[in-house]
């Protein structure tokens, strides 16, 4: 089989290390990939988002199998394309992909099938958007409609931010046409789950939990990034908790999207808050988290292509999908001054293996591994407990170099505590 991850991050390179380790797959390729994927997958330079582009390469390169895993090309309907061209995907198609596009879709799809979410109003005019903001208490929630490279939420703590995050979304464009409509919702509090699934739209099978650091700093202080850093299992997702989002969420969430005729296949990301009242549904992705993806793939224990292969024939029923009962933890690697500025271009050094060591943002030059973004890599290490996850993730961090190397000192504490410090 010649099968084709779409995407470029340490996410990708986390599925393409998976499935690397299926015998079924003789060789894999990765549009666009970067240099650390190209040590596992033929690379092949392409933007993501030309999803016709890829369609095409994927049918001339004769790929019998493709995964589709970013959200924009997923948003602009790379899977339909490819099953156009009689290629197999995982991953939803176009009309499913909204449930992430859209933050007033999968908000009203909650209302009106009773997913336990905050309670939100949605605005396409700047004047009643802040007319509404009076009435409410602080903090308070304003979200972009769609895809916003995961910056399009801002928690104002007050009336005067809440405007401004109003007027910057609908009249400063800051996301662009993302921000044309927004959501305004209630803030709530309570330890946060990422659980990712495989659904075919006939069964849905959770994922081992994970928990994310958002923010850039140690004690979780800082801007909000794309991740630095993840652990698996959450422990704040107790069994009772996993069945309650089972009944609730999780299982009501495929319902209705078959309801609604648009069929969820692929993965199926629940970002979840355990709020006093209950779980409830922050945010859905349409895709594999970046960076929970970097924890859970390697403690699965099932062929994932076998699983991919299911969820595109809707027969993931037939699967037992099994996790290693281990603990996991991935620390990103970044450059100085990220989320905002910082250089490229530094000579990445290894003095470990490179196996669960993702690749996210460095290119290749003269056989060389050179830093080229600001999350470079994501160093995962997997133990018996979580304590000792962290402790072998750290220390494999300490056999990675590059200058201006940047990571937070604490992922996995708050899980720890939470643990008991076990
Ligand atoms: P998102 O981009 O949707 O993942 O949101 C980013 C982060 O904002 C989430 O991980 C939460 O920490 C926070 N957040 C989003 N919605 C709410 C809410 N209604 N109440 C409190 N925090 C929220
Ligand atoms: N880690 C959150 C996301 O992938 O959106």
Redesign the pocket.
């Known amino acids: 089989m010649r099968v084709l991850v779409v995407g470029n991050g340490g996410r990708e390179h986390a599925i393409i290390q998976s499935l690397k380790k299926s015998k079924k797959i003789k060789e894999i390729f990765a549009i666009a990939g970067n240099g650390g994927i190209a040590y596992d997958a033929t690379t092949v330079d392409m933007n993501v988002k030309d999803v016709e582009k890829v369609a095409e390469w994927a049918e001339k390169n004769k790929i019998d199998f493709a995964c589709v895993a970013p959200d924009d090309p997923l948003v602009l309907g790379a899977v339909d394309l490819l099953e156009e061209k009689g290629i197999p995907c995982f991953g939803p198609k176009k009309d499913a992909a909204i449930i992430e596009g859209s ?1 007033i879709f999968s908000k009203n799809l909650m209302k009106k099938y009773g997913i336990p ?2 309670n ?1 109003e949605t605005f396409s005019d700047m004047d009643s958007a802040i007319k509404y903001l009076e009435t409410q208490d602080m ?1 308070i ?1 304003i ?1 972009a409609d769609g895809l ?1 490279l ?4 801002i ?1 104002a703590e007050n009336l005067e931010d809440a405007k401004s995050a109003v007027k910057s979304m609908m009249e400063d464009k800051v996301f662009g046409a993302s921000g044309a409509n927004v959501v305004i ?5 309570g330890p ?1 789950v990422s659980v990712l699934s495989f659904t075919d739209g006939k069964t849905l099978v959770p994922i081992i939990s994970s928990m ?1 650091h ?1 923010r850039a700093l140690d004690n979780d202080k800082g801007l ?1 990034t794309g991740g630095m850093g993840t652990v698996a299992p959450n422990p704040y997702y107790t069994d009772a908790v996993a069945k309650e989002c089972m009944e609730k969420i999780f299982l009501p969430t495929m319902d209705a999207m078959n309801k609604e005729g648009r069929t969820f296949k692929g993965c199926l990301y629940f ?1 979840l ?1 355990l709020t006093p009242k209950g779980p ?1 549904v ?2 859905y ?1 349409c895709r594999f988290g970046d960076p929970e993806t970097q924890v859970v793939l390697p403690l699965l224990k099932t062929d994932l292509f076998e699983i991919m292969q299911a969820v595109a024939e809707e027969r993931l029923s037939e699967i037992n999908v099994e996790f290693k009962k281990k603990s996991a933890c991935c620390v990103i690697m970044a450059s100085k001054g990220y989320p905002e500025k910082y250089d490229k271009g530094f000579e990445i050094v290894y003095k470990t293996s490179r196996k669960n060591v993702f690749v996210a943002g460095a290119k290749l030059d003269n056989g060389k591994l050179l830093t080229n973004g600001g999350r470079v890599l994501g160093v995962t290490a997997i133990a018996g407990n979580l304590k000792n996850a962290i402790k072998k993730a750290y220390k494999k961090v300490g056999k990675i170099s590059f200058e201006n190397a940047y990571y937070r000192k604490d992922i996995g504490q708050r899980a720890l505590k939470a643990h008991g410090d076990k």
């Open positions: 933050k979410t905050a939100y903090p929630v979200k916003a995961g910056k399009g939420v928690i919702e209630e803030f709530l509090t946060e994310d958002k909000n970002g808050m409830k922050i945010e992705n």
